[in-house]
């Protein structure tokens, strides 16, 4: 088989096709006719054709001592290469490879120093990427500065989230109050008003119509129990409006119900607003709210030593350093009721305003105790009621606040005027801080409240309903 072609093979009679079909490898095998026939390949392959065969000159031997360039070498070689590619297509009937690819362009030195930054975030097209890399292999200058870059694209694209920090803002404000304190501050009383009002104001931002007009159910614990109502996100906030209009009332501000009589109980204002209004609440009650809310801070602010002035409930009476932060929790209460409503997640207050919003339902506890036992809603002072008549501390339950807006009270059980004792300590109960906000708002009852209980049974339960009944609309 050494040096048989495929033309020697056939001979092109039509006679002995039967004969060439029969090559080895069977009927189907690799055999068939010559070049010389148009339908079937050649039965050996053709062997690759040599520099020698293709009519050109032998390319010269360069001759070292003599310097000779070896240019003209390798261009001999590259077209032979290329005219054996074309045989090679011609054979097969396809187009045979490229042996010589397009050499890279040639680009002065400031022109690759200035592709450098495109090439390192792979931006450059591709005979601008093979001049660059070229180039990279014969200048050091260059590379160091490709190295630096293809670190720094590495620094670009850092898997960690670009989120800003939430807490940057604070931040920055505190820092920029440590340097430079407001001319006229707001009190530290009022700041969780504040806050929440913002909080609140911040989520309303975006709401579209649909989101003003989501249901919203109000929950409470009344004297008869459980208690709820249904109203919609504009709802909501229309009842924040009516009741933040008895602290107006009492700073000399504008009341959205304009009451010349006394003062009527939260809930009752707020089903007057809403029975008053010509149609049902819009997302145009947010202008009102949000404005009333920026003139009680500015008023507070401007009057320091109001802190004690007296703010009318109806049925009872809070100071105004109270009253703020009752608004601040039930803001952020019915803040959270619009946050389930449209399915968006609401973050609790900031531990410090968290904490002032617990102290003052531990301070309003023993007050609660005394309606509910003289309601008949909870057992009888204990025997020692003669020590609160003598002036000595009675008994008392100590409740203790976990979490970063806790802390520890001793609340009395016999007598609001009584300060609670570690002496007369009858019981022990442990909750999360966000967990007794939500009982104070009437979110959770008392038994699905208390994580840990120690104790006079009938007094836990006493003070855990006395929390719940805190709640109002």
């Known amino acids: 088989m050494s040096g048989t072609t495929g033309s020697e093979a056939y001979d092109g009679d039509d006679e002995h096709d039967d004969h060439a079909g029969q090559a080895p490898g069977g009927p189907h095998g690799g055999g068939g006719s010559g070049p010389d026939h148009p339908h079937r390949p050649p039965r050996i392959p053709t062997p690759r054709t040599s520099v020698e065969d293709g009519g050109l ?5 360069p001759d070292r001592e003599q310097g000779e ?10 077209e032979g290469l290329r005219q054996d590619g074309e045989r090679l297509g011609d054979l097969t009937g396809t187009a045979g490879p490229d042996p010589s690819p397009e050499p890279a362009p040639e680009l002065e030195h400031p022109v690759l120093t200035s592709l450098l930054g495109a090439w390192a975030l792979a931006a450059c097209s591709a005979e601008e990427t093979a001049a660059v890399e070229a180039h990279l292999g014969v200048c050091g200058t260059c590379a160091d500065e490709a190295r630096r870059l293809r670190e720094a694209v590495g620094l670009l694209q850092r898997p ?3 989120d800003l920090d939430p807490g940057l803002r604070t931040r920055v404000l505190e820092r920029c109050l440590e340097r430079r304190p407001p001319r006229i501050p707001v009190p530290e009383w009022a700041l969780s008003y504040d806050a929440e009002t913002a909080r609140l104001d911040a989520l309303l931002q975006d709401f579209g119509d649909a989101e003003w007009h989501a249901p919203v159910r109000l929950r ?12 919609t996100v504009a709802g909501v906030i229309a009842h924040l409006l009516a009741v933040d209009g008895l602290v107006a009332a009492a700073l000399g501000l504008d009341d ?26 819009t997302r145009s009650v947010r202008g009102p709210w949000r404005e009333q809310t920026h003139a009680l801070v500015r008023t507070a602010s401007f009057t320091q030593g109001t802190g004690l002035l007296g ?3 109806g049925g009872f009476e809070l100071p105004l350093r109270d009253a703020l932060v009752d608004r601040a929790f039930e803001c952020w209460v019915h803040a959270e009721d619009i946050a389930d409503a449209v399915d968006y997640p609401y973050e609790p207050p900031a531990p410090r305003h968290l904490h002032g919003m617990i102290d003052l339902a531990v301070r309003m506890l023993p007050g609660a105790l005394a309606q509910r036992r003289q309601a008949g809603l909870a057992a009888p002072g204990g025997d020692s009621r003669h020590l609160v008549a003598a002036g000595r501390p009675g008994r008392s339950v100590r409740l203790e606040i976990e979490g ?8 009395p059980l016999d007598s609001p005027a009584a300060v609670g004792s570690a002496e007369h300590q009858v019981a022990h109960v442990a909750l999360d801080d966000v967990e007794f906000c939500r009982l104070a708002a009437g979110h959770v009852s008392p038994r699905e409240a208390a994580a840990g209980q120690v104790g006079d049974q009938g007094a836990i339960g006493d003070v855990l309903s006395a929390v719940a009944s805190l709640s109002r609309l």
């Open 57 to 61: 000159p032998l390319p010269a031997v």
């Open 69 to 78: 360039d070896v240019r003209g070498m390798r261009e001999n070689l590259q």
């Open 160 to 162: 960690d989230s670009l």
């Open 220 to 231: 409470w614990f009344g004297a008869e129990g459980a208690s709820n109502r249904r109203t």
């Open 256 to 281: 959205p119900l304009e009451e010349g009589a006394a003062p009527t109980p939260p809930q009752e204002r707020t089903e007057r607003y809403w029975r008053n209004a010509h149609f049902p609440p």
């Open 311 to 313: 703010v009318s409930y």
């Open 404 to 411: 970063r807006g806790g802390g520890e009270w001793l609340v």
